[in-house]
């Protein structure tokens, strides 16, 4: 049995020394999920501009939303494949990688499946990611206003928004809710 050589901060994914690809600016490892019993590929991305994170992050409106602990997520999956933009096994990227993750960590949240859970091993998201097959999961939102919302995030590079257009759309809008008075 090998042992890991390092354990991402959550302690779900270790990492092998068993080097499974390598790039001009990345290399990527065979790594192990605790969770769901599986093989995986691990890859740690440097990320420059953090975009969308850092845009949210001075938000008060987002932070109702999405929560205080965005920049540390965003660090985060993108060491996983499952929520890496299709862009980065290119090695050609910009911060839209950001909104990929963040559209991927949306669904996640709003159906509580992983994204390409359907697949078994890395190479099937690999294949599913660069193909443009969005996760069988993307399927599964009920809201027509999320599902167009985490559509917008997933879109190729191209067509993808900026955080700036994000923050703009209605799925994100708070809608004035009054405040009934109190019965005594």
Not at 95 to 110: A, H, K, P, R, T
Not at 116 to 144: H, M, W
Request: aromatic share 12%.
């Amino acid at each position: 049995m090998q042992l890991y050589v390092e354990m991402d901060p959550s302690e779900r994914y270790g990492r092998f020394k068993d080097v499974l690809g390598k790039g001009a600016m990345k290399t990527v490892f065979r790594a192990f999920d605790e969770l769901l019993g599986m093989e995986v590929a691990w890859n740690k991305v440097k990320i420059g501009d953090l975009g969308l994170a850092a845009i949210l992050r001075g938000t008060s409106h987002a932070h109702s939303v999405i929560g205080n602990h965005l920049l540390f997520l965003f660090i985060f999956i993108d060491c996983t494949p499952e929520f890496m933009a299709p862009e980065l096994y290119e090695e050609e990227y910009d911060e839209l990688v950001d909104i990929y993750s963040f559209g991927m960590c949306v669904l996640e949240m709003l159906t509580s499946e992983y994204p390409y859970n359907e697949c078994s091993n890395p190479a099937q998201i690999y294949k599913k990611v660069t193909s443009g097959k969005l996760p069988e999961a993307f399927y599964r939102i009920e809201d027509v206003e999320a599902r167009r919302f985490v559509g917008r995030c997933l879109e190729k590079a191209a067509n993808r928004p900026s955080a700036r257009e994000l923050l703009m759309d209605p799925f994100l809008s708070v809608e004035e809710v009054e405040e009934l008075p109190a019965h005594h």
